[in-house]
């Protein structure tokens, strides 16, 4: 089974911060990284696929990268409606999630 | 519009069962592989398990094999989760999600429905 581990936990940032969130397999799962935010009370959203796709409907703000073991999920200038939960997900095999990372309001 | 409903939830007893089913309306849903996904309260997300378009191949993650079936009929474009000798560690919301492409990735996800295994 394929582990994945988002780091950090917990993030404290401003509107306006630039922020990035990682996520690492524990093998090697090419470009099969998907990105979800969850809010409070609500369901996980598709924000990228495949590593770097932009899913419809995200604003260009958000943006993906890497290969292989390491991860990115970047927020360029963060909006009061991003704080939320995020999680990477690896599709390479059966499917496994990170822990989530919470980002939260400084 | 893309919509999925879950319903079947509920409490049940150590070892005991549930089926859930999750209805699908605004696309091909013959043409989609379909997932379930829980989250325990307060945690995070755990695939549970997935089914091709087709119906012809399933997979599961471990803690539930040989527990949890699931299955489509894809003239009644519902999915299914038949659920047995249920464990405390299955509460959770069980969402159903449709994947985008064939790697599943969950692009459209229901409301959930939840499972309480108490006594």
């Known amino acids: 089974d394929i582990q994945m581990t988002q780091s950090p936990s917990s993030l404290s940032a401003s509107v306006g911060d630039r922020v990035t969130i990682t996520c690492r397999a524990s093998?090697?799962?090419?470009?099969?990284l998907n990105w979800y935010q969850q809010k409070p009370g609500k369901v996980p959203r598709l924000l990228i696929y495949t590593a770097s796709s932009l899913h419809s409907g995200v604003p260009s703000r958000f943006s993906g990268s890497g290969s292989g073991t390491d991860f990115t999920l970047t927020i360029s200038s963060l909006q009061p409606e991003d704080f939320a939960t995020y999680f990477c997900?690896?599709?390479?095999?059966?499917?496994?999630f990170g822990q989530g990372t919470r980002l939260e309001i400084k | 519009e893309v919509q999925l409903l879950e319903s079947g939830g509920g409490l049940v007893q150590p070892g005991g069962s549930l089926r859930l089913s999750c209805a699908a309306s605004g696309f091909t849903f013959s043409n989609y592989a379909m997932n379930w996904v829980r989250q325990a309260p307060g945690k995070g997300l755990e695939w549970v398990s997935g089914?091709?378009?087709?119906?012809?191949?399933?997979n599961y993650v471990d803690s539930v094999k040989g527990r949890f079936t699931i299955s489509r009929d894809n003239s009644k474009n519902t999915l299914y989760l038949q659920m047995n000798s249920l464990r405390a560690e299955d509460t959770a919301i069980y969402y159903c999600?449709?994947?985008?492409?064939?790697?599943?990735?969950?692009?459209?996800w229901g409301q959930g429905t939840l499972v309480t295994v108490s006594s």
């Open positions: 093998q090697s799962i090419s470009i099969y």
């Open positions: 997900q690896q599709s390479y095999s059966a499917p496994s």
């Open positions: 999600a449709k994947e985008l492409t064939v790697r599943s990735e969950f692009d459209c």
């Open positions: 089914i091709k378009g087709n119906g012809g191949r399933t």
